[in-house]
């Protein structure tokens, strides 16, 4: 860990830094676990406090995101396991998704609902690489799971919604 991390208002700093560019990732990844946005807030909040009491355990290993989001799908899990959990509607409807940078098309949605209803093992792998733009190694390791496992997963899921788009003229 460098020394801007080590001090009590560098680590402030620091942790800053990281919420500001990577809240919209957590929020994003928390949504897709949570189907909620309330909880996906939560999720993302408890993640950073998360990260900054484990600040001085953070060797480097990955990259900062990595690590961040191992913590963050770590966070979801945990309040998927809950016992109240069981009692929220986690239907997912269309408006209800977060607002994408660029305009949604309806292409687009009917992509991003299919995704969501794959099982969530797949899911967990398309939305590290695919929405998160991670290569297979870090979306490996913040799943902590295997390289060849996260590829088996994708090749898994690609069929799964090709599958499930035939006819949507996805490629057009």
């Not at 600040?55 to 900062?64: A, I, L, P, W």
Request: hydrophobic residues 40%; proline residues 2%; contains cysteine.
């Amino acid at each position: 860990m460098d020394d801007a991390k080590s001090s009590g208002n560098s680590r402030e700093l620091w942790l800053y830094a990281l919420m500001r560019q990577y809240k919209a990732d957590l929020l994003r990844i928390g949504y897709l676990y949570l189907h909620d946005a309330g909880l996906a807030e939560d999720a993302a909040q408890e993640s950073f406090v998360k990260a900054y009491q484990a600040m001085d355990d953070f060797r480097g290993d990955s990259s900062e995101k990595t690590w961040l989001m191992r913590i963050a799908v770590n966070t979801c899990k945990d309040m998927r396991r809950s016992g109240w959990f069981k009692y929220i509607d986690r239907r997912v409807k269309p408006e209800a998704l977060p607002h994408a940078s660029q305009p949604f098309s309806t292409r687009d949605e009917t992509l991003t609902l299919a995704v969501m209803a794959l099982p969530r093992k797949m899911m967990d792998a398309v939305v590290l690489y695919y929405y998160q733009g991670m290569d297979l190694k870090e979306a490996a390791e913040t799943l902590g799971i295997a390289v060849s496992t996260v590829s088996t997963r994708l090749r898994n899921a690609r069929i799964k919604l090709e599958i499930a788009l035939k006819g949507e003229h996805m490629y057009d």
